[in-house]
């Protein structure tokens, strides 16, 4: 397997402007997670998702953010309209879930850059 | 939620000593202590893991402690090397969800 593939990986983009970026979990994993991370926070999870149905949204910074997954291989994050404190590395994840062993297995993230 | 503080931010070791990590959490109900390596500009990967039901799990040079009463954890590398050089961060989980800390830098001094 090619583990999880997150595309773009560089985004660099104005204020304002709609950004997706976009996750394909290892085939077989039932959990996937978006986190962020910057220096001062760490790696936030932002959301995550069981059998495509989301699980917990908490971590959801505002209404600009959304993520939908409409199938088992495909997941998005959009941001719209972006900030510049935005500017972050987005990483996607996935795991086999409850009954796994609870490794997630990261994507090679998405830094993205609001200017 | 869970929380999980993380401690020291950054960590300077002469190689060869050890270099030791500690985290706590704030959910009893978490049953799983993940550690994650990330090496600069790469992703995180898992070094190693505990589960509630241990108190301690060895891996070559590495090892963690769990003590659940306290609700802490730690990572102990011992005769450290320059590859060891990273960022090391610690994470607990309930169910799926998992929260990580927020990192801890390693520098290995030669």
């Known amino acids: 397997d090619a583990g999880v593939i997150q595309s773009p990986r560089h985004e660099v983009t104005e204020m304002g402007q709609e950004v997706t970026l976009r996750c394909k979990p290892i085939?077989?994993?039932?959990?996937l997670f978006w986190y962020r991370q910057t220096m001062m926070r760490g790696l936030e999870l932002l959301i995550y998702?069981?059998?495509?149905?989301?699980?917990?949204d908490s971590g959801m910074p505002e209404d600009r953010f959304s993520a939908k997954m409409p199938n088992a291989s495909f997941s998005t994050l959009k941001i719209q309209p972006s900030e510049p404190r935005d500017s972050a590395v987005y990483f996607c994840?996935?795991?086999?879930?409850?009954?796994?062993?609870?490794?997630?297995?990261f994507g090679e993230g998405s830094r993205l850059t609001v200017l | 939620g869970e929380n999980v503080e993380q401690h020291p931010s950054t960590l300077s070791v002469q190689e060869g000593d050890s270099a030791v990590i500690k985290c706590t959490y704030s959910?009893?109900?978490?049953?799983?202590f993940p550690w994650y390596k990330q090496e600069l500009g790469k992703r995180p990967q898992l070094i190693i893991d505990?589960?509630?039901?241990?108190g301690e799990k060895k891996d070559q040079r590495i090892a963690v402690t769990l003590n659940k009463t306290a609700k802490h954890f730690s990572l102990h590398i011992t005769e450290t090397q320059p590859e060891d050089s990273a960022v090391y961060f610690c994470?607990?989980?309930?169910?799926?969800?998992?929260?990580f800390g927020k990192g801890t830098r390693l520098h290995i001094l030669p």
């Open positions: 994470a607990a989980s309930r169910d799926d969800k998992i929260i």
């Open positions: 994840a996935s795991s086999r879930g409850q009954g796994g062993t609870g490794e997630l297995f």
């Open positions: 505990i589960r509630s039901n241990v």
């Open positions: 085939s077989g994993h039932n959990s």
């Open positions: 959910d009893s109900a978490s049953n799983y």
């Open positions: 998702f069981n059998n495509n149905v989301p699980i917990d």
